[in-house]
């Protein structure tokens, strides 16, 4: 991707502090006529040319790209890496740092996370380096990243030489997640965590299921060899394929948050933070059940996202909760609906309100949960609790 | 990582230099030896192994009592408030060397280290200190950028750990990133800054303009100003000391006649000008008379040969336009042909030719008649006494006063007596009592020194310096001694001008020759004993003129002392003294070279092509067959040059460093086109990685739908069958494979 680059030069404190002790020494010179201060004051001003082109060509040289990221999770840090080359052949860059700048007209950015620095010490000449900035996000929800900047102040922190490079990519920042109580998925799944052992396709379990002729391909110990005799050709046994239990997530999200009957709370802070919880409980649900081999699906009755079916994997997993971060709790709420078909389907469900049960949602065999129980359910928190932090500000001795 | 780790000791080593800087500026040895001792053990007490630091309490009292010590230092030398500054600088310095350092402190106390150094150079020119900023420039150059990846990773390291939310445990990498060869590259880059910028000032310290806005802020007094040597112009305020450097200046032979009296003054300039304010130079009225000399036949500059001559065989080992000779100089002769002005109302002569003078004699009348003196004066009458005196006519009411009492002391008149024929007798025998006042340093008090940094000359003009010299101060050296001389003859009538040279004083019996050394330059008195005839009287005390005598008698450290002087006379002669007419010299001289070298190879070209013309039978249409030959083979070069260059990123971006003889070639024949594409990719930014191989490259195009992707691909089949697949690509392949990567650059503008 061809980079726009804006490059500016900052006069910053030291910086004029320098200029103004220059001119100091060129009065105390011009006044002594002192052939010593003349001299100073062209080292001094030799320094703020030099500064300016040594400067100047470290940062016409190089080149840095923001690396594609996984997404990140409330409580863990997210570390962004950026690939810094720097092309010069014959200079090398020193004191290169990085740091992200939010989109104009995004300026609830930093609610997100605090701002993070990258640093780079050297880079030598055609070398690469990778430099990261370690962020820690605070809330979930979907982060752009729009330009970047590198800047130094090498060599002698006179002039701030900056480059600006428009780089747009965005980013997930999934909900808070807690380890749950090891009981929780017992009492969730009806057929308990065994799971339905038979399903019409043959697969790699350990039942029989049925027998065919032998197939290319097929191994060895697959070989029926009684019947094999008996009918004097190749047949081999067929087994059935294992069927994991089963779980459907549904988040009940067809309440506006205003309309949440949570007492003393005018400004509905109490209920959007209860909201909140409820993508965490739904969040940490999925992801205790997958890593007990559920497969899992998502509803979310009230948002226009669109129901995943149940499956599980890797992937799977990363497009629920993409799912979850993406939920715009600011958006208008969809009226609750006819029956979904999912009501039909063989899994166990857990439905969550964010306040109080509304039993129509879901099933009647649902487990209905509120996000005022995950205090209950969690163990501790996956990574540092949110909770725990101020909603706002910054973590302790974030970079301002 | 090592190199970060150096920079608290590199530091604390700029921090020692600026106290021994400011200790050496302000020459106050306590200072330096106390303040320099307690900053070289600061390192040990509070980085050693069991490093302990001041508790910022007892650091925050020890700044007060500091402050309230500097307080009371002001108070007792108000009039030296840089000196009483940088002493209470230098212990905020030595206080903050004992307390626990953060990149912060580090930053103040590099700043305080600087704030020094600017002090002490507006305390002192001297070498020595001098030498000590360059080297302070040098290690603070490499502290500085050290200082600026030290304090950087310091705050990356602290602001990444202090992010770390309460309660997580994984700590985030505080390593700091870098590339191979971290602290080749920081040395390279600091030499060449350091040479950069020491060109840089350098250039800006010849351009800076010299003599404009002196003292305009008030309280305008040169520095500790060093000189050395000889000088056509005295200026009693401007050079505070003189410096004894035993550099050799000439060497000199005498043959003829008999040997003068030691010591020989050797005139160099005579200076009867009078400026004021302690300032003599040479009258500018003197017709000169052009000398041509033809070696190695003496030249006579007036008058006949003489029994009672001497000859004078000089070596220059200094160059100086002036040449030397006792009184008074007849006749002249050099190494080779040059043109001399010969001055003949003061008998001094200058070379005006450019390049080396080596070697020169001097016949010279050591009691001339005035019929030789004015044949040497040529068409001009005698030298005007009158002028001169008319000089001091409004001088100071004091020093003729002074001289008169001196006079009557020694029972003479103390006017000129009305007989005209007793007159110069009377200033013969005046002049020599005056000069006996001042050499008589036991009983009148004055001092012979060439130490007189620590003497105040009041600069406002209020007083002249001969005044303060006679009244008050009753300090100086030789040229003070000798102007004073002057000013008490001429305030009671009696014609005196000063004389610079050298007193020859030491013999070198291996030589067979005086040598004369910049410590032997001298400054005298002659004093009109009749219209023609002027006699040298000398006030300076002989007793410590001989002192500074650089004979066998010296001290051990006298005779390594020469080194330090040879620098030092150098470093005051071609640094602090350099000022506008200095500045308008080196102008010109630059000027005047590159003028002569630059008509010099136009001429020599010329020349050249007239011969080339003439031995070919050109005739006059041959300039023009020159002509376009010469710019065909301008274009042939570069055309070879841009060929070569582009051949060498062929090399390294086709990997054809292995490839040799016709293969070789026939890869630079035919990959060219690739080389193009890739550089309309890279100026489009799409550079291809050199990592990458062309064909990886070419699909991860395709991946990302580039709008170049599908000709990328095409052209990278093509190299792909040339490079590697052995195919010769026929000349219309390479049309075509042109024309792709023109296509190229069309779809990625």
Not at chain 2, 217 to 243: H, K, N, S
Not at chain 2, 314 to 338: C, G, K, N, W
Request: aromatic share 8%; net charge positive; with cysteine.
């Amino acid at each position: 991707v061809r980079q726009t680059r804006v490059r500016r030069y900052h006069l910053h404190l030291p910086g004029i502090l320098y200029v103004v002790l220059t001119l100091l020494v060129g009065l105390a010179a011009v006044n002594r006529q002192n052939n010593l201060l003349f001299w100073i004051l062209g080292v001094m001003l030799a320094g703020l040319l030099i500064s300016g082109l040594v400067s100047g060509v470290m940062m016409q040289s190089l080149r840095v790209r923001r690396l594609v990221t996984g997404n990140g999770l409330v409580g863990e840090p997210l570390t962004v890496r950026y690939e810094v080359t720097n092309r010069s052949r014959l200079f090398p860059a020193f004191d290169i740092h990085l740091e992200e700048l939010p989109a104009p007209g995004r300026g609830d950015w930093p609610r997100f996370m605090s701002p993070a620095r990258a640093w780079v010490m050297h880079l030598g000449p055609r070398e690469t380096v990778h430099g990261d900035a370690v962020f820690w996000p605070r809330r979930r929800g979907e982060i752009r990243f729009d330009r970047l900047r590198i800047w130094t102040t090498f060599p002698f922190g006179i002039i701030k030489k900056s480059i600006t490079i428009a780089q747009p990519q965005h980013t997930l920042i999934y909900p808070p997640m807690y380890e749950l109580r090891r009981d929780v998925l017992s009492d969730i799944a009806p057929q308990g965590l065994s799971g339905a052992k038979i399903s019409p396709y043959t697969g790699a379990g350990d039942d029989y299921y049925g027998m065919r002729e032998f197939r290319p391909g097929d191994q060895l110990r697959q070989i029926a060899w009684k019947r094999t005799a008996c009918l004097d050709q190749l047949v081999c046994v067929e087994r059935t394929r294992p069927t994991p239990p089963r779980l459907r997530v549904v988040v009940n999200l067809t309440t506006p948050t205003d309309r949440l009957a949570v007492a003393d709370d005018p400004e509905h802070a109490e209920a959007r933070r209860l909201e909140e919880r409820a993508i965490s409980l739904a969040a940490s649900i999925v992801h205790v059940a997958e890593l007990d081999g559920f497969e899992v699906g998502l509803s979310l009755p009230g948002t226009p996202a669109a129901m995943l079916l149940i499956r599980r994997g890797h992937w799977h997993r990363a497009k629920i909760m993409a799912a979850l971060a993406a939920i715009d709790l600011d958006a208008p709420r969809a009226p609750l609906g006819p029956p979904p078909s999912t009501h039909g389907e063989r899994a166990g469900q857990v439905v969550i309100h964010p306040h109080r049960v509304e039993p129509e949602i879901g099933r009647e065999d649902a487990l209905h949960l509120t996000a005022g129980q995950l205090g209950n359910l969690a163990v501790r928190a996956i990574g540092w609790d949110p909770d725990q932090a101020p909603a706002e500000a910054p973590p302790r001795g974030a970079v301002a | 990582m090592r190199l970060l780790r150096s920079f608290p000791v590199l530091a604390h080593a700029v921090l020692l230099l600026s106290i021994v800087g400011v200790g050496v500026a302000t020459e106050n040895f306590a200072l330096l030896l106390v303040c320099g001792v307690l900053a070289a053990m600061s390192w040990y007490v509070t980085e050693g192994p069991r490093g302990k630091s001041l508790p910022t309490w007892t650091a925050n009292v020890l700044v007060l009592a500091a402050a309230l010590s500097a307080l009371v230092d002001l108070a007792q030398h108000y009039h030296d408030v840089m000196a009483v500054l940088a002493r209470f600088i230098v212990w905020l310095t030595l206080i903050k060397l004992y307390q626990q350092k953060s990149p912060r402190d580090y930053a103040q106390l590099l700043g305080l280290s600087l704030l020094l150094m600017l002090i002490g150079a507006l305390l002192s020119t001297d070498l020595l200190f001098a030498a000590v900023v360059f080297i302070y420039a040098m290690l603070g150059l490499y502290a500085l950028l050290l200082f600026r990846l030290y304090a950087a990773h310091e705050r990356s390291r602290a602001a990444r750990l202090a992010a770390i939310p309460a309660g997580y445990r994984v700590l985030p990498s505080v390593q700091p990133v870098a590339g191979t060869r971290t602290a080749v590259h920081l040395r390279s880059l600091v030499a060449t800054v350091a040479v950069s910028g020491l060109a840089a000032s350098t250039i800006l310290f010849l351009l800076f303009p010299r003599d404009v806005g002196g003292g305009f802020l008030g309280g305008f007094r040169q520095p500790y100003t060093a000189r050395t040597g000889f000088t056509t112009e005295v200026d009693l305020i401007g050079g505070t000391r003189i410096t004894e450097s035993q550099r050799a200046v000439l060497h000199m032979t005498l043959t003829g006649g008999r040997s003068p009296v030691e010591p020989l003054l050797l005139r160099g300039a005579v200076l009867d000008r009078y400026l004021g304010h302690g300032r003599w130079s040479a009258s500018a009225s003197s017709p000169d008379q052009r000398v041509e000399t033809e070696p190695p036949e003496l030249r006579w500059l007036g008058g006949a040969e003489h029994r009672r001559t001497i000859t004078q065989s000089f070596t220059v080992i200094v160059q100086h336009p002036v040449l030397f000779s006792v009184y008074v100089p007849v006749a002249v002769s050099t190494d080779e042909p040059r043109h001399l002005n010969f001055d003949g109302l003061t008998q001094t002569i200058e070379d005006v030719d450019p390049g080396r003078l080596d070697a020169y004699r001097i016949r010279a009348d050591l009691a001339p008649d005035d019929e030789t003196l004015r044949a040497l004066a040529g068409s001009g009458g005698p030298a005007d006494g009158a002028a001169i005196v008319d000089q001091f006519r409004d001088f100071d009411g004091r020093v003729a006063d002074r001289a008169r009492e001196v006079l009557a002391s020694r029972g003479l008149p103390d006017r000129a007596p009305d007989d005209e024929a007793q007159i110069w007798a009377w200033r013969a025998t005046a002049a020599a009592a005056l000069a006996g006042y001042l050499r008589a340093t036991q009983t009148n008090g004055f001092t012979y020194s060439t130490d007189l940094s620590g003497v105040e000359f009041r600069s406002d003009g209020s007083q002249d310096p001969i005044v303060q010299f006679l009244f008050t101060t009753r300090i100086g050296h030789c040229e003070y001694f000798a102007s004073a001389l002057a000013a008490l003859c001429n305030c009671v009538g009696i014609p005196a001008r000063l004389v610079t040279g050298y007193a020859a004083r030491e013999y070198d019996p291996r030589l067979g020759a005086y040598v004369i050394r910049e410590a032997h330059a001298h400054a005298w008195v002659e004093v009109q004993i009749s219209p023609w005839r002027w006699r040298a009287f000398d006030p300076t005390p002989p007793s410590e003129l001989g002192a500074l005598d650089g004979g066998p008698g010296r001290s051990l450290a006298d005779r390594w002392r020469w080194l330090f002087d040879r620098f030092e006379a150098s470093w005051a002669d071609g640094f602090v003294a350099f000022d506008a007419n200095r500045q308008a010299q080196l102008m010109e001289r630059l000027d005047m070279g590159w003028a002569q070298k630059l008509g010099g190879a136009w001429q020599a070209t010329r020349q050249w092509l007239a011969a080339v013309n003439r031995a070919f039978y050109f005739g006059p249409a041959g300039y023009i067959w020159m002509g376009i030959v010469g710019l065909a083979l301008v274009i042939a070069a570069i055309a070879l040059g841009m060929r070569m260059k582009r051949a060498a990123r062929l090399r390294a971006a086709m990997h054809l460093e292995r490839l040799r003889g016709g293969a070789y070639h026939r890869m630079l024949r035919q990959l060219g086109f690739y080389l193009d594409m890739l550089e309309v990719l890279q100026q489009s930014g799409r550079a291809k990685p050199a990592w990458q191989p062309p064909l990886h490259f070419a699909q991860a195009l395709s991946a990302r739908h580039d709008p170049g992707a599908s000709l990328v691909r095409r052209l990278t089949e093509r190299f792909y069958a040339a490079r590697y697949g052995g195919r010769r690509l026929t000349r219309d392949e390479l049309t075509d494979a042109q024309a792709l990567v023109n296509e190229l650059r069309a779809a990625l503008r």
